[in-house]
């Protein structure tokens, strides 16, 4: 929760300690972690039927100190991988205010499919993004 509560979006958009790490707990949730020098320095945190049933990324963050290394690409690939063995969608919401987020998502494939207004603080809106696995599965396909 260091990592998310010291860094946009979360610093911007007033949310606690203990609110990112409701966003981070729950047995359903898949969680990848980025380990250096045996510490957490990078976390994604993907719900597995979070979005229209289908997986969301609701984590994605690096430790200040490590970004601009490419680890946020390492990270997003590992769980673009992970996900797409038996899903065929994935979802991520950006806030509007986060340029750097944007460029990040859109230069890796994701789309922009719409937008929730004003919806985690007001004047700030959530782009969704989604990104389709590109080849078939080889077993049976959930949404």
Excluded at 38 to 51: D, E, K, S, W, Y
Excluded at 69 to 81: F, K, N
Excluded at 109 to 136: F, T
């Amino acid at each position: 929760t260091e990592i998310m509560g010291a860094q946009d979006p979360w610093k911007a958009l007033g949310i606690d300690a203990d609110r990112c790490l409701s966003a981070i707990s729950g047995a359903h949730l898949k969680r990848y972690g980025l380990y250096a020098e045996g510490r957490v320095i990078g976390l994604a945190v993907v719900h597995p039927t979070g979005f229209a049933s289908s997986p969301y990324l609701s984590v994605l963050a690096i430790e200040a100190a490590h970004t601009g290394q490419g680890l946020g690409s390492l990270l997003l690939a590992h769980v673009e991988r992970e996900v797409f063995r038996e899903r065929r969608n994935l979802f991520v919401c950006v806030s509007s205010f986060n340029d750097g987020a944007q460029r990040f998502y859109l230069s890796r494939g994701y789309v922009q499919i719409g937008v929730i207004a004003d919806y985690l603080k007001p004047g700030c809106d959530e782009l969704i993004l989604r990104k389709v696995r590109s080849e078939p599965p080889n077993r049976q396909e959930q949404p």
